[in-house]
């Protein structure tokens, strides 16, 4: 089986189902991983940096290249997790600023619920 490394403060590692997305390896992983469109390829939430490995996924789809073209984020290691199949052995990285905004809407969540 592959392994998928989550390359982040909170990050995880383990093996999962080869064929599945990083996003599904995630959520097996119970690495939170952001993704507001629920896996649709409509947001790019679920973005990841490919940081080794990235000859280990499927290729990036119509869809896929579309959506990241729009945000502007045309670097090939940049990928939707939602849709990138995992085939081996892979390292991404989770933005941080990405889970900085998210860090700070759930200590926002908290004040608010004390």
Do not use: Y
């Amino acid at each position: 089986m592959p392994r998928i490394t989550f390359v982040h403060s909170q990050g995880k590692s383990g093996e999962v189902p080869e064929n599945i997305s990083i996003l599904e390896a995630a959520e097996l992983l119970d690495f939170p991983l952001e993704h507001d469109c629920g896996g649709n390829a409509s947001c790019s939430t679920c973005r990841v940096d490919v940081m080794v490995g990235g000859e280990h996924l499927s290729e990036i789809d119509f869809e896929e290249q579309d959506l990241l073209d729009r945000e502007a984020l045309t670097e090939p290691f940049h990928r939707l997790s939602c849709q990138a199949k995992i085939l081996g052995d892979v390292m991404v990285q989770v933005p941080e600023e990405k889970w900085g905004e998210a860090e700070s809407l759930s200590e926002d969540d908290t004040q608010v619920s004390r």
